[in-house]
């Protein structure tokens, strides 16, 4: 069943050898094997002909969320390990990465389907960026500037615009991290819903809203804000400096992503163990 493995890694000691020590384990059951370090600013695009069956990602949900950027479109199956510390999306813990490596191996996992934007900036009517997100887009200013205003329009919904910090549009996968931060909800993550969340708005009306997802969520940066810094930031980890006038259009990817989820743990166990919960 499978036949290539792409491995990435956070550039840290521990991360590096783990993936050390997975190419050995994978190569000597004859699959071939991809290292990539995920501490760079774009993935690398190795040869056309490279098309993996597995992607394991080694390090935190960062590392993911760069594994997602990076090959997620293909529909191939992304596997985390979390060395890090929140570790909401890649759930195995090492003590239990040989245990499941194994059982991925012989066809026995769980493969879960997330929810993923297709995020796209136009300028003047022409598209200059876009970017697949897995956990939320941010539009947000600089830490010296003033509050900006966006227009903001939803299908059924009409337009309107607020005055905030900035916005967060999340997926249910992302609604656990800067969304929650921001006094948004959690969402169970296989909801087919997106979130959007003002962050510190000027009006206490400006509230969270759930929507469904198949609903493009549309916002244009006020002219207002011409003297402003304002950033679109994607998973944290793509920066596209704004202009007034930018249209940015967060929608649903078709295809989504696939995460191969630890059959022994659920949403509600991560909850008590990251949370604290009683």
Same mark, same amino acid.
């Given at each position: !069943?499978?036949?290539?493995?792409?491995?990435?890694?956070?550039?840290?000691?521990?991360?590096?050898?783990?993936?050390?020590?997975?190419?050995?384990?994978?190569?000597?059951?004859?699959?071939?094997? /991809?290292?990539?370090?995920?501490?760079?600013?774009?993935?690398?695009?190795?040869?056309? =002909?490279?098309?993996?069956?597995?992607?394991? =990602?080694?390090?935190?949900?960062?590392?993911?969320?760069?594994?997602?950027?990076?090959?997620?479109?293909?529909?191939?199956?992304?596997?985390?390990?979390?060395?890090?510390?929140?570790?909401?999306?890649?759930?195995?813990?090492?003590?239990?990465? !040989?245990? !499941?490596?194994?059982?991925?191996?012989?066809?026995?996992?769980?493969?879960?389907?997330?929810?993923?934007?297709?995020?796209?900036?136009?300028?003047?009517?022409?598209?200059?960026?876009?970017?697949?997100?897995?956990?939320?887009?941010?539009?947000?200013?600089?830490?010296?500037?003033?509050?900006?205003?966006?227009?903001?329009?939803?299908?059924?919904?009409?337009?309107?615009?607020?005055?905030?910090?900035?916005?967060?549009?999340?997926?249910?996968?992302? =609604?656990?991290?800067?969304?929650?931060?921001?006094?948004?909800?959690?969402?169970?993550?296989?909801?087919?819903?997106?979130?959007?969340?003002?962050?510190?708005?000027?009006?206490?009306?400006?509230?969270? #809203?759930?929507?469904? =997802?198949?609903?493009?969520?549309?916002? +244009?940066?006020?002219?207002?804000?011409?003297?402003?810094?304002?950033?679109?930031?994607?998973?944290?980890?793509?920066?596209?400096?704004?202009?007034?006038?930018?249209?940015?259009?967060?929608?649903?990817?078709?295809?989504? #992503?696939?995460?191969? +989820?630890?059959?022994?743990?659920?949403?509600?166990? +991560? #909850?008590?163990?990251?949370?604290? /919960?009683?």
């Amino acid at each position: !069943m499978w036949r290539q493995v792409v491995v990435i890694y956070k550039d840290d000691e521990l991360s590096a050898e783990l993936a050390q020590w997975v190419t050995i384990f994978l190569e000597k059951r004859g699959l071939e094997v /991809w290292l990539e370090c995920s501490d760079q600013a774009e993935p690398i695009k190795p040869l056309v =002909s490279f098309s993996p069956d597995l992607v394991i =990602s080694l390090g935190g949900d960062g590392t993911l969320l760069y594994a997602a950027r990076a090959w997620g479109l293909t529909g191939t199956p992304l596997f985390g390990v979390n060395l890090g510390h929140l570790g909401f999306l890649a759930e195995t813990e090492p003590a239990q990465f !040989m245990e !499941m490596i194994t059982e991925i191996l012989a066809g026995r996992f769980r493969r879960e389907k997330r929810l993923a934007l297709d995020v796209i900036v136009k300028r003047k009517g022409r598209k200059i960026a876009q970017v697949l997100v897995l956990n939320e887009v941010v539009v947000n200013k600089g830490a010296l500037s003033r509050i900006i205003t966006l227009n903001l329009e939803v299908k059924d919904f009409g337009r309107w615009a607020f005055r905030a910090d900035g916005v967060i549009v999340s997926t249910p996968t992302g =609604s656990t991290a800067y969304n929650l931060s921001a006094g948004g909800p959690m969402i169970y993550p296989t909801l087919e819903v997106v979130v959007v969340t003002p962050i510190c708005p000027f009006s206490l009306t400006s509230r969270p #809203l759930i929507l469904p =997802s198949v609903y493009p969520v549309e916002m +244009i940066v006020d002219s207002e804000s011409f003297d402003q810094d304002i950033h679109l930031t994607a998973d944290g980890q793509v920066s596209i400096p704004l202009n007034p006038g930018d249209h940015i259009i967060a929608r649903c990817h078709k295809r989504g #992503l696939n995460l191969i +989820i630890n059959p022994r743990r659920n949403f509600t166990d +991560i #909850l008590r163990q990251k949370l604290h /919960w009683s």
